[in-house]
């Protein structure tokens, strides 16, 4: 517990120190939390209140309060004290020595922020503006990235910003994937009822997803695998089930989990041939 409390302690400080430095990132996180709360109040105020008495809430004053204890349960213990207990167990392991974490928005080092705060960071050692994150990312700052995949085809192309039906816009995924030496593909083999469970280093797969992610050819390229080949880029895409890693031939199976059937899991599951 004492561990816990001075890593709180440190963080806190580190993080006013590198981030509160600037007007521009107080004003925001005075703003948010109020638009937040707004948004939830007027939401509550077409409700019917009197069926919140058993909660001893008997009118709108009362609701007022009631959500105002909640924002502050929520911004000051759960953002806080929970992103701490984690930091505190990367400090402890010496993860957060052996690398240094970067997220789009500005922040660099320190440990990424999950959840509705996704984009800030706690702990950072330095905190920029978007434009000059982007200049890194543009000139090959980073040594490796790790990214989503909504398809992958044949040839190792990348779909990240076009799903059926739907356009999400790329931001800046091609910014991060065009000049970083290592690039790693995290995601699912399929989606849509996929099922997996893992027990003593053995993976099943309980339930198939109805949609692949491999197809033959995306929709969208957001990764061009020949631009990745031509600048002798290191790619991986990563499942949950078996790693490939691209080739001048396209993909090649490099590993495969225990307790994967390859043929029956990753081969047949394929609509085109790759190496093994």
């Known amino acids: 517990m004492r561990n816990f409390c001075d890593t709180f302690v440190a963080e806190y400080r580190n993080t006013k120190k590198n981030f509160f430095g600037r007007l521009s990132n107080v004003i925001t996180l005075l703003v948010w939390p109020f638009l937040s709360l707004l948004t939830c109040y007027y939401c509550y105020r077409s409700f019917d209140v009197s069926q919140l008495s058993e909660y001893e809430i ?160 995306v929709k969208s390229i957001s990764f061009s695998a020949r631009r990745a080949i031509a600048n002798g880029q290191k790619v991986l895409y990563v499942t949950e089930r078996c790693v490939f890693r691209l080739t001048p031939k396209g993909l090649k199976l490099i590993e495969v989990y225990p307790g994967i059937d390859v043929q029956k899991d990753i081969l047949d599951l394929l609509p085109f041939e790759v190496e093994v």
């Not at 090959?140 to 990240?160: I, P, R, S, T, Y």
């Not at 790329?170 to 083999?189: E, H, L, Q, R």
Request: charged fraction near 20%.
């Open 58 to 217: 008997h009118g709108f004053d009362d609701l007022f309060l009631f959500i105002v204890s909640g924002e502050i349960v929520y911004n000051c213990f759960w953002a806080m004290v929970q992103g701490a207990g984690q930091i505190q167990y990367d400090r402890k392991s010496g993860m957060l020595d052996m690398i240094t974490l970067t997220v789009e928005s500005g922040g660099i080092g320190g440990f990424p922020v999950s959840g509705e705060a996704f984009g800030a960071m706690i702990g950072a050692a330095s905190v920029y503006d978007m434009a000059n994150q982007f200049d890194l990312y543009d000139n090959g700052g980073l040594d490796v990235c790790f990214m989503g995949a909504l398809e992958v085809d044949k040839e190792g192309n990348v779909n990240a910003h076009r799903g059926p039906g739907a356009f999400a816009g790329i931001g800046g995924f091609a910014n991060i994937t065009a000049k970083t030496p290592t690039v790693v593909f995290c995601f699912s083999f399929t989606a849509k009822g996929l099922e997996v469970s893992q027990k003593k280093g053995i993976v099943e797969i309980e339930k198939e997803g109805s949609i692949s992610k491999f197809v033959d050819r």
